[in-house]
């Protein structure tokens, strides 16, 4: 059995920065990608960023470019997120993901428990 275990969340003040990482385990396990999504209250989960091991490809949303570093350890099973200047738009449950296949993310991909960020202004 697979599972995505996040940690990291906290709250954290207007400008600071928080680390979350996500471990991936399961003797099935491997993936080509893997990244983060992030759900605020009252809207859809959004896509954050994901980082493609060939190659260590990354990709982010706009809304936190130069902001957000996406990093991890492809034999690890292990990908973080650094979030730097956050604001109150950053306040969401993060999920890290992990496709079963040489796919984009989907909802029957594998899915993290959600960690909680909150931002205070």
């Known amino acids: 059995q697979v599972q995505l275990v996040e940690s990291g969340g906290g709250l954290v003040q207007a400008g600071g920065s928080l680390r979350l990482s996500c471990a991936a385990s399961?003797?099935?396990?491997?993936?080509?990608?893997m990244g983060w999504f992030r759900q605020a209250p009252g809207k859809e989960r959004e896509f954050v960023a994901a980082?493609?091991?060939?190659?260590?490809?990354?990709y982010y949303a706009d809304s936190v470019k130069g902001r957000f570093t996406i990093s991890g350890d492809n034999a690890k099973n292990t990908v973080y997120l650094q979030m730097n200047s956050l604001n109150s738009e950053d306040t969401a449950v993060y999920y890290c993901?992990?496709?079963?296949?040489?796919?984009?993310?989907?909802?029957?991909?594998?899915w993290g428990q959600g960690t909680q960020v909150t931002v205070s202004s």
């Open positions: 399961g003797r099935t396990f491997s993936s080509y990608r």
């Open positions: 980082i493609r091991w060939s190659g260590s490809s990354t």
């Open positions: 993901a992990a496709p079963r296949g040489n796919t984009w993310f989907r909802p029957d991909d594998y």
